[in-house]
């Protein structure tokens, strides 16, 4: 009598080693991962999977999303990561966002210009990230404001897209506020933030 082989689970989702060698992952295979896929970005067609935020870092998410949903005007609306299609082989999270509320709300993904505003939260595993790359990335693609939030003492940075070109003729951002008690700007609306308001 011979035993039948017991099924086993594949596994969690993960993304093709092949694939990732050839870096050729699009903003379509995103639309195509299976439910169980974790969250992950697509960098330059290379898929990434985002590390689990910490508490402190969804904390303060949650309660700036909060802040901004009693303030926003009604041309806007706010978000949480959600894609961002910054190029056909590049995808970003950001933790919090601003769209144009004309934005079909059956999408999945943004495009830039339906972006107004992203935010990153700082946590350790993704300082380089947050403070180097996504900025420029966002910046080359359009994205007019970015907000930088650093963790443990809640401090915010706010920059607008400026006319200073990089290196590879992509526009900057350039810092416009930061504070670790009040925020105030004028775009892209008027805000006053007490930071007190989004700490944990």
């Known amino acids: 009598m011979s035993a039948e082989p017991i099924p086993t689970s594949p ?3 993960c993304p093709d ?4 060698q050839r870096a050729d992952y699009t903003l379509e295979d995103l639309l195509t991962l299976p439910d169980d896929a ?10 990434q999977v985002t590390p689990s935020p910490t508490l402190g870092h969804q ?4 309660l700036l999303a909060h802040w901004l949903l009693q303030h926003v005007p009604a041309d806007l609306r ?24 004309d934005v ?6 943004l495009r830039p210009e339906d972006v107004v505003l992203a935010v990153e939260i700082v946590s350790p595993g993704t300082r380089r990230i947050d403070r180097f790359a996504k900025p420029g990335e966002y910046a080359a693609a359009g994205i007019p ?34 504070g670790a008690d009040v925020i105030e700007l004028t775009e892209p609306f008027d805000i006053k ?8």
């Not at 974790?38 to 898929?47: A, C, F, H, M, N």
């Not at 904390?59 to 949650?62: A, E, G, K, V, Y």
């Not at 079909?104 to 993904?109: E, G, I, K, L, Y």
């Open 17 to 20: 080693p092949m694939r990732q």
């Open 11 to 13: 596994g969690p989702w």
């Open 78 to 101: 706010v978000v949480q990561a959600v894609g961002v299609g910054l190029s056909p082989n590049t995808s970003r999270q950001p933790d919090v966002l601003l769209r144009r509320a």
């Open 104 to 109: 079909a709300p059956s999408r999945s993904t």
């Open 38 to 47: 974790p969250r992950v970005e697509l960098v330059d067609g290379v898929i």
């Open 59 to 62: 904390d303060i998410s949650l």
């Open 193 to 200: 933030l007490p930071v007190a308001e989004i700490t944990p």
């Open 145 to 178: 404001f970015y907000w930088r939030i650093e963790q443990d003492p809640v401090h915010v940075y706010a920059y607008r897209i400026g006319d200073r070109v990089g290196p590879g003729g992509e526009r900057q951002y350039e810092l416009v506020a930061d």
